[in-house]
T-cell receptor, first 115, second 120 residues
Framework: DGGITQSPKYLFRKEGQNVTLSCEQN?????MYWYRQDPGQGLRLIYY???????QKGDIAEGYSVSREKKESFPLTVTSAQKNPTAFYLC??????????????FGQGTRLTVV | AQTVTQSQPEMSVQEAETVTLSCTYD???????LFWYKQPPSRQMILVIR??????QNATENRFSVNFQKAAKSFSLKISDSQLGDTAMYFC?????????????????FGQGTILTVHP
């Protein structure tokens, strides 16, 4: 089935360590997104990418990094520079053809906890 | 910069009644889409309804309809005949589309969300 897969579902990290969250899609979508959600809060945009080898900072990019080497994959690295990384992270993708843009389709999310 | 504001942190409604969730947005772009998403306790994001800014007719999907006021930059969601399964957090979202240039094209911004509880 087509969809977006995020892994792992739960992730624990020690303070000072970098950690990478995986996001893979087989929907042939050009655009991919990473969001952070804190308890009872909305989704805040971290990074987004409209095309391979290109990405843009969102509203809260500090302490995060991404890469887009393949159309299907958009991994997010939470670095030690991120002061409060404990949160729920959501990945999404969408069609990004001018005039034919689609809504975003979401993965199941990754819950990251710093211990 | 684009912003999306949902001014109602929580709402409640009786089963079978009608409820309206508010959303306002701010942008200088002319080409964009607006969405309402639902996030139930499972945390899976589900699209409820979509509206293209160039369309004057309000979108409807079964019990869900929107009131899109482009000049006022308002995009409210009306849920008719509320059901217990409608209990969720609802998010309004805005995507820049069309002829927007530069890095803003495709940016998808969400509001803070409204927690809706449907009571039996």
């Amino acid at each position: 089935d087509g969809g977006i897969t995020q892994s792992p579902k739960y992730l624990f990290r020690k303070e000072g360590q970098n950690v990478t969250l995986s996001c893979e899609q087989n929907l042939n979508h050009d655009a991919m997104y990473w969001y952070r959600q804190d308890p009872g809060q909305g989704l805040r945009l971290i990074y987004y990418s409209q095309i391979v080898n290109d990405f843009q900072k969102g509203d809260i990019a500090e302490g995060y990094s991404v890469s887009r080497e393949k159309k299907e994959s958009f991994p997010l690295t939470v670095t030690s520079a991120q002061k409060n990384p404990t949160a729920f992270y959501l990945c999404a993708s969408s069609i990004s053809i001018r005039g034919r843009e689609s809504e975003a389709f979401f993965g199941q999310g990754t819950r990251l906890t710093v211990v | 910069a684009q912003t999306v504001t949902q001014s109602q942190p929580e709402m409640s409604v009786q089963e079978a009644e009608t409820v309206t969730l508010s959303c306002t947005y701010d942008t200088s772009e002319n080409n964009y889409y607006l969405f309402w998403y639902k996030q139930p306790p499972s945390r899976q994001m589900i699209l409820v309804i979509r509206q293209e800014a160039y369309k004057q007719q309000n979108a409807t999907e079964n019990r869900f309809s929107v009131n899109f006021q482009k000049a006022a930059k308002s995009f409210s969601l009306k849920i008719s005949d509320s059901q217990l399964g409608d209990t969720a957090m609802y998010f309004c979202a805005f995507m820049i589309t069309g002829n927007a240039g530069g890095t803003s094209y495709g940016k998808l911004t969400f509001g803070q969300g409204t927690i809706l509880t449907v009571h039996p």
